[in-house]
């Protein structure tokens, strides 16, 4: 009775034994699985936060993106929108040498606005170098394809011109007029109204590229009176007058408007051809340039010059010619009649 006794006791001890172990490795697997649980809840809440962070972070970096390319498009669209026709940025001068297309391309786009025009902004028909000829007496001089004897007060005697817009030819200056090829309505519409008094007589006199000032009979000036390419052409030299007008408008950074730049653009193609022209900077006073009464300039040191051709039926291929004496171009070619022209149309 004892033994059995002692050995319930001894299997109660052993049962205790086991049930205590039992409860603290259960406790230990239920810590362990707590734990785990936290530490995988805590893992979960890490990176959501973490994805949170990620995401406003991506947001921040999205929101810069979408600043930086709304700030650069703003900014494209705001030189985009900026009116050609405002003051520039007082331009260095420069030489352009450039395709006819290409040249009409660097002309600034701008609307006309020639509110406010008045001829008498534009001081002209000045005496420079105060020899007794003014500005219109220097271009008949230069353009006369018989040099005239100067009298007194530059009184023009015994020559005679050629008009380039319709070949009309006169003994008489009184009858020609002296052109600007780009009209000082035009000129003030296309920028010169911002200009100062200063640049604008230098404009409306300027003898530095024989393309400015043009002697031509006064029926064909009238005809044309302050029209651009876009609804007035010469009967004749359509295309050099073209390149010429993009040449002048280069040299004084004057814009075009839609339809001259479209009539311009068109033109270039059919006419080929190159434009030179050295510009003139924004803060120049007066515009010295070559004796324009020169007989015989070196068209070799004239930037405004046509390309030279073997012979003047090559010239007039490419769209060029009708030279007289006093162009850069004039002693290229042989004058066989001695009319003071060669290339003639």
Do not use: I
């Not at 007035?232 to 030299?237: D, G, H, I, T």
């Not at 012979?311 to 030279?323: N, V």
């Amino acid at each position: 009775m004892r033994t059995t006794g002692a050995r319930r006791r001894r299997v109660a001890l052993l049962c205790s034994l086991l049930l205590a172990l039992t409860l603290a490795g259960c406790a230990d697997l239920g810590q362990g699985a707590g734990g785990r649980g936290g530490d995988r809840a805590g893992d979960r809440a890490d990176r959501a936060g973490d994805g949170n962070r990620d995401r406003d972070r991506s947001r921040d970096r999205g929101g810069d993106r979408v600043r930086d390319r709304g700030s650069d498009r703003g900014g494209d669209a705001g030189q985009g929108r900026r009116d050609a026709s405002a003051p520039a940025e007082r331009p260095a001068a420069r030489r352009v040498d450039a395709g006819f297309g290409r040249a009409v391309a660097m002309l600034r786009r701008a609307p006309e606005r020639g509110e406010g025009y008045d001829r008498d902004a534009f001081v002209h028909w000045t005496d420079a170098d105060r020899d007794g000829c003014d500005t219109r007496d220097e271009v008949l001089l230069a353009e006369a394809v018989r040099r005239p004897r100067v009298g007194d007060g530059c009184d023009l005697l015994g020559g005679r011109w050629v008009s380039p817009y319709d070949g009309e030819s006169t003994r008489d200056p009184s009858t020609f007029d002296v052109d600007h090829l780009v009209p000082l309505a035009d000129a003030w519409a296309s920028g010169a109204r911002r200009w100062s008094a200063t640049r604008r007589e230098a404009f409306a006199n300027d003898l530095g590229d024989r393309r400015s000032l043009v002697a031509v009979t006064a029926s064909s000036n009238r005809s044309k009176s302050d029209q651009d390419p876009s609804t007035w052409q010469p009967e004749r030299q359509r295309c050099r007058y073209l390149r010429d007008w993009t040449a002048v408008k280069l040299r004084w950074d004057l814009t075009a408007d839609r339809a001259e730049a479209r009539t311009l653009t068109r033109r270039a193609r059919a006419c080929g051809g190159r434009v030179t022209v050295r510009t003139v900077r924004a803060d120049d006073a007066t515009t010295p340039g070559r004796d324009r009464t020169d007989p015989s300039p070196d068209p070799s040191a004239d930037p405004s010059a046509d390309p030279r051709f073997d012979t003047c039926t090559d010239a007039g291929a490419a769209g060029y010619g009708d030279y007289r004496s006093g162009d850069p171009e004039y002693p290229w070619y042989d004058d066989a009649d001695g009319d003071g022209r060669v290339c003639e149309s």
